[in-house]
């Protein structure tokens, strides 16, 4: 399978490809070089690709010793996009937490200059509640750039993309369960969080890439958006090779050429359906 590449290449300032943190358990003889300390695997992985999603302040919010330590080790250029916790999202759903997101803003703006958006994944058994977004969306800063992903599908209504739009927060593209979210532009990125294939035990590879491609140049083409693309953790190492492989398809320099060039030459069966070739 062979997809042209862009004759003019998207900065990464543009398009930022990455993954959902640096240490899976599958990365450490895929990526890594073999004597390379865990502690400096970081600036390693900042060296070939523009952003990583933290996904540790979702669980227990660091100190913030760790935030200037990894403020430090990437080079400037370099954006974390950071998932908002739990307690948040999953416990309170977006009610009565003023306080605890106020203790996480204060927290996170210890990135600086290399934060980036911000993620605000809701459970798929939270069904919509206008009422709560209502409340939430006028207390993000706006000198931060939010992210909202909607696992429910009664959240895709057109009163939720007018207060999205209405509070400039945009909404993730994913594929969940194998579901595509509505095209909806709303803020000033398009992000997209991949982890279907993974869900699957399976890379994306070329054909399973290949739809979200044309989407990705729309936004960046015909939106004018800059774009985040983040691939969900695993530990077969799938993360890290399809964001190479996607690199390669957006005519950046890909992370990993050798696995680009196997991934080239895959025609399973599962490649195969993907790519609705006979």
Known sequence: MNIETPAIAPSVEQLRIGTSGWAGNGWRKLF????????????????????????ATCYRLPEEEMFLRWREAVPDG???SVKAPHRICRRKRLRNC?????????RIELLDDRLGPVVWQLPPTFKRDEEALADFLPRLPRDMVHV???????????????????????????????RR?????????????????QAQQRCYGFAGLEPFVDDMERALEEEGREVYVSFGDDA???????ASILQHLLGQPPAMPVMVEKA???HTPVAIAIAGMD
């Open 32 to 55: 890594y070089p073999p004597d390379l300390p865990e502690e400096d695997w970081l600036q390693h992985y900042a060296r070939h690709f523009s952003t990583v999603e933290l996904t």
């Open 78 to 80: 370099f954006v974390f």
């Open 98 to 106: 003023f306080q605890d997101m106020m203790h996480f803003f204060l």
């Open 148 to 178: 909202l992903e909607f696992r429910h599908a009664s959240w895709h209504s057109a009163r939720v993309r007018d207060m999205l739009a209405e509070h400039d927060v945009a909404m993730a593209f994913h594929d969940h369960d194998g």
């Open 181 to 197: 979210t509505p095209w909806w532009i709303t803020g000033p990125v398009v992000f997209f969080r991949l982890n279907g294939m």
């Open 236 to 242: 077969e190492g799938c993360a890290v090779r399809d």
């Open 264 to 266: 080239q030459e895959e």
